[in-house]
């Protein structure tokens, strides 16, 4: 059963503050609710993958990979393994010298390495070395990276297919069939076939491909084989790999991640 939390944000009070830092523990199968900051948010674990939902897209995070949130983004996280994460929030003025929308950013290992060391030192060390520490991070996350691969979420105006979405995303294997997602919302098939192509201008095939695609490259960047990958998603090795190679243009075991 899906556990619900509600976010926990630091003390973002103080304007005077440039960042300010959070260590978390989350379980596995944990859902933090929808919200929003008036800081900027840099989303971060350093084990683990969640799903970020905002109101566009979905995004698969896995720990060589960040979420930049700039300030009043709703979002909710969705834990699909045990997470340690280790967010840094902006105050809006240094959030305004960072993206206006929600991106995926490639951390690199200075990248890492800064996000630790800012939430492990918090503002209580030499305030020089504090403030060229959140410089340097601004720098790196400048110059990162941005990822493409988003998959794009439904409005809230029909819980039939947002409900569907969701359970692709916590299982996106090709085991369950549409029409059991159907008979599962509440909904007809062809009533569930129109909705997706309405609200997301494709069928429920190719969404389902995207998230696929999404889920499966954030496990080939944590090294997990093609293989194992391919059973996961309810293919064969070789079906996914051509799907994989249709999709992206190369083969899993050509992915490279930068």
Known sequence: MLAMALAAPPDLSDPDVPVQPLARTYPRGLFIEPHEHVWGQLLYAMSGVMWVETPHEALVVPPQRAVWLPPGVPHAIRVVSDLQMRNIYLRPALAAT???T?????VGGLL???IVGLVGQGDSGEP??????VSLALLELKRARRSSLKVPLPDDSDRRLMNV???VMAAPSLALPFEQHAENAGASVRTLAR???DSLGMGFAEWRRQVQLATAVAELVQGVAVSAIARELGYSPSSFSDMFRRELGMAPSQFITG
């Open 102 to 106: 929600v991106q995926v950013i490639e």
């Open 128 to 133: 020089e070395y504090y403030e060229a520490l």
């Open 165 to 167: 979405c969701q359970a």
């Open 195 to 197: 909705l997706f192509k």
């Open 112 to 114: 890492r390495e800064l």
């Open 98 to 100: 960072l993206d206006a």
